[in-house]
């Protein structure tokens, strides 16, 4: 019973309804048998929001990076600290967010995933253009890889067809 109520809610809210839900729905006696399992769409979606997901950890990984630095060299300019770090945590959220869109098969995960894919190239340029080590050069070159492959999985034309369906 609650499950239907959330369904005609989401349906009144998206005027799509959840694939997701639906497939939960599907009784034993249908397509596939007793053993049927739900679609979990194409694998280069499914791809796409595993490497947005391990993003987002590598991110929010970074910030916390920075706050253990922070406050380790004890900084006396917590404003401009607070703002340095706020940034990748709201980008971490971001790609978090973008992924879960894209699993429920929303096509505005898709904008926002990409979205966030382009600011991260200016990044990659300097990192890897920039006078610095080896490592972090490396390091860039790994992250415009990242980037690259999970636009080209989330723009492919079987995760687009998901998403459009």
Same mark, same amino acid.
């Given at each position: 019973m609650v499950a239907t109520l959330l369904v005609g809610r989401l349906e009144l809210v998206t005027d799509r309804p959840d694939p997701a839900v639906e497939a939960a729905e599907v009784d034993a006696s249908g397509p596939g048998g007793a053993g049927a399992t739900p679609d979990d769409g194409p694998l280069t979606l499914r791809v796409g929001v595993l490497v947005l997901w391990i993003q987002a950890v590598l991110?929010? =990984?970074?910030?916390?990076?920075?706050?253990? %630095?922070?406050?380790?060299?004890?900084?006396?300019?917590?404003?401009?600290?607070?703002?340095?770090?706020? %940034?990748? =945590?709201?980008?971490? %959220?971001?790609?978090?967010?973008?992924? #879960?869109? =894209?699993?429920? #098969? #929303? =096509?505005? %995960?898709?904008g926002l995933a990409v979205a966030l894919q382009l600011c991260a190239i200016p990044v990659v340029f300097f990192m890897v253009t920039g006078d610095s080590d080896t490592w972090v050069k490396v390091l860039g070159g790994l992250i415009g890889a990242s980037v690259v492959a999970c636009v080209a999985l989330i723009v492919a034309p079987a995760s687009r067809q998901a998403l459009n369906a």
């Open positions: 991110v929010a =990984l970074l910030a916390v990076a920075e706050i253990v %630095g922070l406050i380790r060299d004890g900084t006396d300019q917590l404003e401009w600290a607070a703002w340095i770090i706020a %940034g990748p =945590l709201v980008a971490a %959220g971001a790609l978090f967010v973008a992924g #879960r869109l =894209l699993v429920h #098969r #929303r =096509l505005a %995960g898709r």
